[in-house]
């Protein structure tokens, strides 16, 4: 199964090999029976590979090798807005001040650190139009939920208990009727038009004097810029409901658009995609939230303050909706986020946006002629194909997103947005050079050639990668934990 031979770390094993040398003991032995009692210690030592450093260095820079990454490879996966992160954000983060404190110290040692992210909250104010901004946050899915909790303690402190409905247009991303739900509503989904954006009339609808708020994605999913905002701002709020922006794809409007001036109540933002935060793999993210004056009564607490004393945390927020994480957010990634903002400057951010849109429309154009294109109008940071016509000679997406892997790419994000048949969505980011653009343009005009001269090649990729295909359901079902010598049956 395994292509290039490497041994697994277990089958490396050899019995008193070490990988590592510590210093001697020089604190007391601590009986941990007793420090933790019986039950929880245990009985024979765990069933750990024995190996020397250098097999431990050669193993883990195997395992790198087989795996994508914005370092290694361009990585088109759409709404995810995988763009280089840059070096100097890394360095920045691992400063002694930054990286060695910790959150219970003395607010009086950590000044600096709290004037960081009091200057972040600032600088996001700015970005977004709102009028405070929570770091608490961990992810996009998280601010929407944080966001959603505000929405409903606001309607509640009118005494409006009646506003159940969160509506959803189906071209959001899967994230927002989840939040919805979790947060305790019910989703009313509104259709898109024949353009892919809100159908208006449908909206008209939908809304009632049950609508706690409208979440919308914009751009949206297909990578569109919603034009009919204003007049859906204001359909909402004529209801009495909240406008809620789910901003994680600022890439497309940074610095040209801000969801303040649209009319949006509340916003998230990730910090992990627009902003350079590393991610990928379940890593740390950042979803802060923006809110109006009016909704600033129930962020969570405690909030950053400015006094004359210096920076401290406000915990008088009795009609907060409470703490929604431990300490104050995901502080390395903010270090990070603050670090592109100041590094980028206002004209910068501005640029970012032009290349991503820029980027995007260049693809999309040139790759028009060889996959359907469902929407054919300008997009923003992101464009979505339909791989229906190869369809009908027997090649699914999947087939090509898999055959992409021997190009050497991450393929983009597939059969998404539900509505799109086959679907392929591509956000190049703007920090793509146009040769690596057409080279990844080429690569999959030659997969649309195959398709129609030799599709065995793509219903059978990859070819080139340690393993070719997974079964998906058993590695989502069955991981595998725990290394297992395999018994005779296998
Ligand atoms: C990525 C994304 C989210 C979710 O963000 P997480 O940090 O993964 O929770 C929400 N909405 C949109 C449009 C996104 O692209």
Redesign the pocket.
């Known amino acids: 199964m395994h292509k290039d031979n490497q041994p697994l770390i277990f089958e490396m094993t050899k019995q008193g090999r070490v990988g590592y040398s510590l210093p001697e003991l020089d604190v007391p032995v601590v009986d941990l029976t007793e420090l933790l009692g019986q039950e929880l210690v245990r009985e024979e030592f765990a069933e750990l590979p024995e190996v020397s450093e250098l097999d431990i260095m050669r193993h883990y820079t195997a395992l790198s090798k087989r795996n994508h990454g914005v370092d290694s490879g361009f990585y088109p996966l759409g709404?995810?807005?995988m763009k280089y992160n840059p070096k100097i954000n890394e360095s920045v983060a691992r400063y002694s001040g930054f990286a060695n404190i910790h959150p219970l110290q003395e607010e009086s040692t950590v000044q600096g650190a709290m004037e960081l992210m009091y200057d972040l909250q600032e600088h996001l104010k700015e970005i977004t139009g709102m009028d405070e901004v929570t770091l608490q946050p961990a992810?996009?899915?998280?601010?929407?939920w944080t966001g959603l909790m505000m929405i409903r303690a606001f309607h509640e402190a009118n005494g409006d208990f009646n506003r159940t409905k969160v509506i959803v247009p189906d071209s959001?991303?899967?994230?927002?009727p989840a939040s919805a739900t979790v947060a305790g509503f019910e989703t009313v989904t509104v259709k898109s038009n024949e353009h892919g954006l809100v159908d208006l009339e449908d909206l008209k609808r939908v809304v009632g004097d049950d609508t706690a708020a409208l979440m919308l994605?914009n751009p949206n999913?297909l990578g569109l810029f919603e034009e009919d905002i204003l007049e859906m701002a204001s359909i909402i709020h004529k209801v009495g409901g909240k406008l809620y922006y789910?901003?994680?794809?600022l890439n497309a409007v940074m610095s040209k658009a801000r969801p303040g001036d649209m009319g949006f109540d509340v916003v998230?933002l990730?910090l992990?995609?627009t902003f350079t935060g590393p991610?990928g793999g379940g890593g740390p993210?950042s979803?802060p939230v923006g809110v109006q004056a009016d909704l600033i009564p129930y962020l969570p607490k405690p909030i950053l303050i400015k006094t004359d004393e210096g920076f401290t945390f406000d915990y008088d927020r009795p009609e907060s909706i409470g703490r929604v994480k431990p300490f104050y957010g995901n502080f390395g990634i903010n270090v990070r986020a603050y670090t592109y903002i100041r590094t980028m400057g206002p004209d910068g951010l501005k640029k970012v946006t032009e290349y991503a849109v820029l980027n995007a429309n260049y693809m999309m154009r040139r790759l028009s002629p060889h996959f359907d294109l469902p929407y054919d109008r300008h997009c923003k940071h992101e464009f979505v194909l339909s791989g229906r016509r190869q369809k009908k000679l027997g090649v699914r997406t999947l087939d090509m997103a898999k055959r992409l892997l021997d190009f050497g790419y991450h393929p983009p994000t597939i059969y998404f947005p539900l509505n799109v048949e086959e679907g392929m969505m591509i956000e190049p980011t703007e920090t793509e050079s146009k040769e690596t653009l057409d080279d990844f343009i080429d690569a999959m005009i030659q997969i649309a050639r195959e398709v129609e001269e030799n599709p065995e090649i793509v219903q059978n990729a990859p070819h080139t990668t340690v393993i070719n295909r997974l079964d998906e359901t058993k590695a989502a079902r069955k991981p595998v934990l725990r290394y297992q010598k395999p018994t005779d049956s296998e």
């Open positions: 709404s995810c807005t992810a996009g899915a998280h601010g929407e959001a991303h899967g994230t927002n994605t999913t789910d901003g994680a794809n998230h990730n992990h995609k991610h993210g979803g």
